[in-house]
T-cell receptor
């Protein structure tokens, strides 16, 4: 089963610790995204990257950081500065060519801060 | 500013009844609109987009620029339609999507 993979599925963190969520895709997509999904709030964009070595802040970037060193990988670090990190995190990717904006999603990582 | 509003958090209908999930948007240009669906224990996936003008699993959605709406409709609901539905908008030339809050649809037998 290819496509987009996220690991781990569940993650527990103590307050004050940084944690990194993994996202990998083998779809040869240029663009990748990180969303946070909270009940009643839909999906909110944290960061996105349209090309390797470049990324932009989304609507709720504070307390998060990303890197895009390889086309296939877009890890998200949740830092201790994020005030309310407990949430479900979704990674997605899309092809840029031809104006096709369909995004393909990973299975998600549920982060719980203890 | 781009905004997507789904006024109903929960929607419950009986099997065989028509269903309509509402979506309104705010965008000054020509948007691209999408409906995404998340079935239980499955990934979020694209259901349909307005530029395709196609019917998927019996669902259709028409972009009404006058009312800035993109409501999702199905004439006869089936139990397997129970899921979380998200309306999303992409601005002209933009890659990122803006999602609505989502509507949880439950089809009762």
């Amino acid at each position: 089963d290819g496509g987009i993979t996220q690991s781990p599925k569940y993650l527990f963190r103590k307050e004050g610790q940084n944690v990194t969520l993994s996202c990998e895709q083998n779809l040869n997509h240029d663009a990748m995204y990180w969303y946070r999904q909270d009940p009643g709030q839909g999906l909110r964009l944290i960061y996105y990257s349209q090309i390797v070595n470049d990324f932009q802040k989304g609507d709720i970037a504070e307390g998060y950081s990303v890197s895009r060193e390889k086309k296939e990988s877009f890890p998200l670090t949740v830092t201790s500065a994020q005030k309310n990190p407990t949430a479900f995190y979704l990674c997605a990717s899309s092809i840029r060519r031809g104006g096709n904006n369909e995004q393909f999603f990973g299975p998600g990582t549920r982060l719980t801060v203890l | 500013a781009q905004r997507v509003t789904q006024p109903e958090k929960l929607l419950s209908v009986f099997k065989g009844a028509p269903v309509e999930l509402k979506c309104n948007y705010s965008y000054s240009g020509s948007p691209e609109l999408f409906w995404y669906v998340q079935y239980s224990r499955q990934r979020l996936q694209l259901l349909l987009r307005h530029i395709s003008r196609e019917s998927i699993k019996g669902f259709t959605a028409d972009l009404n620029k006058g009312e800035t709406s993109f409501h999702l409709k199905k004439p006869f609901a089936q139990e397997e339609d129970s899921a979380m539905y998200y309306c999303a908008l992409s601005g002209q030339g933009a890659q990122k999507l803006v999602f609505g809050q989502g509507t949880r649809l439950t089809i009762n037998p």
